[in-house]
Every structure is written in C-alpha cells, then in structure tokens.
C-alpha cells in the first residue's frame, strides 16, 4: 500500500502568490516524521520543514509551512510568496520511528512551476 | 561546512559490469543512508548505515550492497548491472541513527547501456 501519496503531478502559480502542494500518508505507527524536500534539476535534495506526529502547532520555516491534519492524515506544504527559484520537484516523505531508523518513504513529488 | 559529497557525479557502465559509487557525510556525521530514484520508481531506500554496521535495509536484491567506514564515509557497490539500474543514487547523513534530518548529496547518475 502506497504510504505517501502526492496527487499533484504539475503545479504552476504566479510569482509572488502562495500555492498549496498536497500530501496525504499512512501509517499504523503512532510516532512519525513528516519531511518536505525540494529537488531543483542540479538533482540534490534540499530539506524544507519537518513536522513530527506530536506536535501541536504546525511547522514554519521562512516562506514555508506545513498545514498539519492529523485526524486527515494530510501534511500540505503551503509556499507564500512564490519565486521563480521555487521552481523545482517537491517530495513529501514520511519516517515512521518504530525500528525503522532514518528511513525515509517518499511520495511521488510534485513538480512546481512559478511563472513570472 | 562541506555538505554531502558524492562520487563520481556521472557514470556509463554497460551490463553485467559492477560500479562503486562514494559517499562523503558530513563532518561529524555518523549515518549514512542511499536512495535510487528513477522515473519509474520514484526514490526508494536502499540502505542505512550507522558506526559501519548497516542498520536497515530496502527491497533490493543482493546485487546491491554497501559499507561504511571507521571515518562514516561509505560506498554502495551494484554487481551485474541491468539496463534498470540506470538512475540517479543519492546518498543522505545525519548525525546519528534515526537522527530527524537527512542532509542529501548532489547524487551520482548511473546510466547502464
């Protein structure tokens, strides 16, 4: 069963505006991690925000936030004020912390477009 | 400080040859994790290795293996190549095992003719 869905395969947004990338996940573990990572065409992977499954507020980071729904099982990242630098694939990761170490499941990516 | 280095950042093998791919962590770092990812496939986890023992594994057949140095860098090594094995591996640090932050490298692109 796919553990991190993405069901956003394109995005395009105007600069300066904000844009919403979807993430649904699942897991059976009570105790996750829920990474945003961007991938610009160089190929490195660049961490965004992390939010952890107990955590009661969601995460910010700068420009970036995390929209947090537990009950959902939903973690959107939400870009405000888009750049034309933001333009890269997003991937949405999940780590489940019972044995599995620094594993990371990642989602299929969201490849964002920001138009000038 | 140096981020994750990766070598070589490019290679063409053909089937049926073996490659070794390197890995640089972090100074400082202890784990080192790989991932593949394909346009098929997307990224999956291959291994973790945390002070030179690996500690997870993926699904992935015995061709594909991996150690970790006293000093954490590591290498992943495939044998037998198959024209699937074309991909971009990507290697990550953290700190220590289970270490919240994976730091990733530039990857190194496998291409297999």
């Known amino acids: 069963a796919q553990k991190i869905t993405q069901t956003q395969p394109g995005m395009f947004v105007q600069e300066k505006e904000a844009v919403t990338l979807d993430c649904t996940y699942d897991t059976s573990d009570p105790s996750y991690g829920l990474f945003w990572y961007k991938q610009p065409s160089s190929g490195e992977m660049i961490f965004l925000i992390y939010?952890?499954?107990?955590?009661?507020q969601n995460a910010t980071e700068g420009r970036y936030s995390l929209n947090f729904q537990k009950a959902r099982k939903s973690a959107n990242l939400v870009i405000s004020a888009s750049q034309l630098g933001d333009s890269a694939m997003y991937f949405c990761a999940m780590r489940e912390f019972y044995n599995q170490g620094g594993k990371l499941i990642f989602g299929q990516g969201t490849e964002l477009s920001v138009k000038p | 400080k140096a981020g994750v280095t990766q070598t070589p950042r490019y290679l063409i093998k053909t089937r049926g040859q073996q490659v070794t791919l390197s890995c640089s962590p972090i100074?400082?770092?202890?784990?080192v994790s790989w991932y593949q990812q394909t346009p098929g496939q997307g990224l999956q986890f291959l291994f973790e290795y945390f002070s030179e023992t690996q500690r997870n594994k993926g699904n992935f057949p015995g061709r594909f293996s991996g150690r970790q140095f006293s000093n954490s860098r590591s290498e992943m090594n495939v044998s037998t190549l198959e024209l699937g094995d074309s991909a971009l591996y990507l290697c990550?640090?953290?700190?220590?095992?289970?270490?919240?932050?994976?730091?990733f490298g530039a990857g190194s692109r496998l291409t297999v003719l």
């Open positions: 100074s400082g770092h202890r784990s």
């Open positions: 990550a640090s953290s700190p220590g095992f289970g270490a919240n932050v994976l730091t």
């Open positions: 939010q952890g499954s107990y955590d009661q």
